[in-house]
């Protein structure tokens, strides 16, 4: 398996420009997060699904959107980008208790860094 | 509301020697616990977790943590200190009876373990 895998890696980005950044999981887990990374900060959760077709905001989702069409894949659409949102993304997946797995350990891909100049 | 505490930005720690990390956490109900691991430029790495049963939950690396109810602790430990162990630890909580939800994250605690 290849787990949570996300990319760019990296970008830059201007005031105002769009961009999606793409999350896919390959562990049929029901479950996906966003987090975003600030430094001193922890991580804090922007949005989460439960499931394809359903999605909710987290702790701090404005400015962002989401969409879950399959059970693989997360994307999250920054639509405005603006000097806040520079930050590192996390995405993570995880069981959900209807998955009859015991565990709903969230498992993390390895990030996009985004700078908005 | 849940929180979880993380008092020490950085811990020094000479190689060979025990290591401690810190963690205090407020939950209305029963917690689970996480500890995660992430080294430079890279996500998280999941280290180990407490759920129910015995409060010495035994990870990955060597590491472990002592779940501590009466003092809503959730400390991380390893008995001898490798230089590899340097890297950013985060300890992490949620109510056990919101299934699948998001994990409150604390600050994270930046270990350096010197040669």
């Known amino acids: 398996n290849a787990g949570v895998t996300q990319t760019p890696k990296f970008r830059i980005l201007k005031i105002g420009q769009s961009m999606t950044l793409q999350c896919t999981q390959d562990m049929n887990h029901n479950y996906m997060y966003w987090y975003r990374q600030d430094p001193g900060m922890g991580l804090k959760l922007i949005y989460y699904s439960v499931g394809a077709g359903i999605t909710d905001k987290g702790e701090v989702p404005n400015g962002y959107n989401v969409s879950r069409s399959t059970t693989e894949d997360f994307p999250l659409r920054l639509e405005l980008a603006a000097p806040s949102q520079t930050s590192v993304y996390f995405c993570?997946?995880?069981?959900?208790?209807?998955?009859?797995?015991?565990?709903?350990?969230?498992?993390f891909g390895p990030g996009t860094r985004l700078t908005v100049l | 509301a849940q929180s979880v505490a993380q008092p020490e930005d950085q811990v020094n720690v000479a190689e060979g020697n025990p290591l401690t990390v810190k963690c205090t956490y407020s939950?209305?109900?029963?917690?689970?616990l996480f500890w995660y691991v992430q080294y430079p430029n890279r996500g998280l790495q999941f280290l180990l977790k407490y759920i129910t049963g015995d409060n010495l939950v035994k990870g990955s690396y060597g590491f472990e943590a002592e779940f501590n109810k009466s003092q809503t602790s959730f400390h991380l430990k390893k008995p001898s200190a490798l230089v590899s162990d340097s890297a950013l630890y985060f300890c992490?909580?949620?109510?056990?009876?919101?299934?699948?939800?998001?994990?409150?994250f604390g600050k994270g605690t930046t270990l350096s373990v010197s040669s």
């Open positions: 992490a909580v949620r109510d056990r009876h919101q299934a699948g939800t998001a994990l409150i």
């Open positions: 993570a997946s995880s069981y959900g208790p209807r998955q009859g797995k015991g565990t709903d350990t969230q498992y």
């Open positions: 939950v209305s109900g029963n917690p689970y």
